[in-house]
């Protein structure tokens, strides 16, 4: 599965607060929320659970960058010398919280560069784990396909068939 395959596939599977602001603030606590788990998964060395938590933190990237109307393709920067994943998640994180309690613009420029150190900080991550990103992608669609066979609702949020869910990623 390629990246704009992924960005498009995950758009069936979030759903919009009604609000943009609400929606970034959505997708920034999620990428800052999945760091966490992927940390745990590093430490249980579960080369199955850091592979869902690298595409989770993919699906938190892509919605947002939808959100944003950015291609996620493109969010590598020539020459960038990135931030840490941490780092450029609390960048991003701030940009967004003076847009929803200050009402401040967000910087264009100081967004894009936020994304592209969370993506390339991403790329490096399954590299170095030695993960297919591509099949990671498509197994994080498969398992949200399990998890919303009719795109998001709540309902299925609240109640997870875990053990399907496991089922497919292990694919």
Known sequence: ???TEYQIECRRTCPSLGDLKLDL???VLGLHSEYSELVDA???????NVSEELADHMWYLANYCTFRDYQLENMILPAFDSYTLEYATSKLQDLVKKHVAYNKPIDDGLEF???SS???SLLEIYE?????MAQSLQNNIDKLKVRFPDGFSEEKANNRDLNSELDELKK
Do not use: F, P, S, W
């Open 128 to 132: 170095q784990a030695g993960i297919d």
């Open 118 to 120: 969370i993506y390339v």
């Open 113 to 115: 560069e936020a994304l």
């Open 1 to 3: 599965m390629t990246i």
């Open 25 to 27: 603030a959505h997708m």
């Open 42 to 48: 590093e430490i249980d060395r579960n080369k199955v």
